[in-house]
């Protein structure tokens, strides 16, 4: 079993930045790992997805030229940089690890392929 935890939401105006992690609680080589998000009354929606081996990593429309996905696998960490922030951002944001690399191929982010998920952390973009 794997606990993920994310950090880093909070409240920001429009144009602004945040950080989120993702800490994964012990070491394992996890294959592909991935930020999805959840606004009030909408479904979840993928957002990055981050390939440890092979893979691609993957943006969202809505979020390319903005975010920027990483990971450390030294801390067992994942990042997601948000930049320049807009309102239709608000949500809140949830770190997911796949047990099978197929998560991260591919040309969608397909949230049942990921099975071990954090509790969230929230986002507000103000305008």
């Known amino acids: 079993q794997v606990q993920l935890v994310e950090t880093g939401g909070g409240s920001v105006q429009t144009g602004g930045s945040l950080r989120l992690s993702c800490a994964a609680s012990?070491?394992?080589?996890?294959?592909?790992m991935g930020w999805f998000r959840q606004a009030p009354g909408k479904e979840r929606e993928g957002v990055a997805r981050?390939?440890?081996?092979?893979?691609?990593?993957y943006y969202a429309d809505s979020v390319k030229g903005r975010f920027i996905i990483s990971r450390d696998s030294a801390k067992n960490t994942l990042y997601l940089q948000m930049n320049s922030l807009k309102p239709e951002d608000t949500a809140m944001y949830y770190c997911?690890?796949?047990?099978?690399?197929?998560?991260?191929?591919?040309?969608?982010?397909?949230?049942?392929?990921?099975?071990?998920w954090g509790q969230g952390t929230q986002v507000t973009v103000s305008s």
């Open positions: 981050f390939p440890t081996h092979f893979g691609v990593t």
């Open positions: 012990r070491d394992t080589d996890l294959p592909c």
């Open positions: 997911a690890a796949a047990l099978s690399p197929s998560a991260c191929v591919g040309s969608t982010l397909d949230r049942i392929l990921f099975v071990y």
